[in-house]
């Protein structure tokens, strides 16, 4: 698909007239580093020193939701109900399993599509399920510079993606309406919350989910991964100028 396809169908589809693009709202795991193969190293380790079949894949299915959301989920193989406080002293042990893997490489890309991004006059506001300070300090430091200070974390909404409630509270904070913001993810239920905000939502297929299971769950276009959305990203900006036009 093109990007000016791309922009033509989710114009239709939205019913807006134009789309003008002062804000990016970019996840993290996946699209800024590539930390899923230790996060699902992670994930199985807790689950099943807490006798709870899994297997790695199924984690990528699940990115996206809070880890409390995602403690929940699982427990009730067992019969089990987890409270919220529960939930989140495993999902602090489940960090420090994270941790102990060393910390994963940023994204090849990600650095170039956000400073395009930033040079053409566009607002990066990262919007993640994670609550670790060490992870939100790290891409600080990592991407000096190139985010804005408003951000969303999991302690700012109380519903994690699919719900498009942590779009829309990127969407508020950024002091922008839907069509004024394009998503970035890599994983299905961050898209369905992107597409379910009513923005532009970009895919990355940086994990095993394969383009297909993005566009099915609401993707207007997908990439094969940052290094190729970073070179086509040009090409998608002048195309949303010129559907303005």
Known sequence: MTEQNAIANYLKFTGNKQADIKVALVDCDGVLYDSMK???????????????KCTR????????????????????????NITDDEAWELYKVKGRYFKELGEPAMMPGATQVLTTLKEAGIKNVLVTGSREPSVLERIDKDYEGLFAPERVTAEDTRRGKPSPEPYMKGQLKAGAKPNECIVIENAPLGVQSGHASGSFTIGVTTGPIPEKELYKAGADIVYADMAALAAALPTLLEAFKAAKA
């Not at 230790?38 to 709870?52: D, F, I, P, Y």
């Not at 699940?62 to 409390?68: D, Q, R």
Request: no cysteine.
């Open 38 to 52: 230790n996060h699902t190293r992670a994930w199985v380790k807790l689950m099943k020193k807490n006798g709870v």
């Open 57 to 80: 894949d199924e984690f990528y299915l699940y990115e996206g939701m809070t880890g409390a959301e995602i403690i929940k989920l699982l427990f009730k193989r067992l019969g089990k």
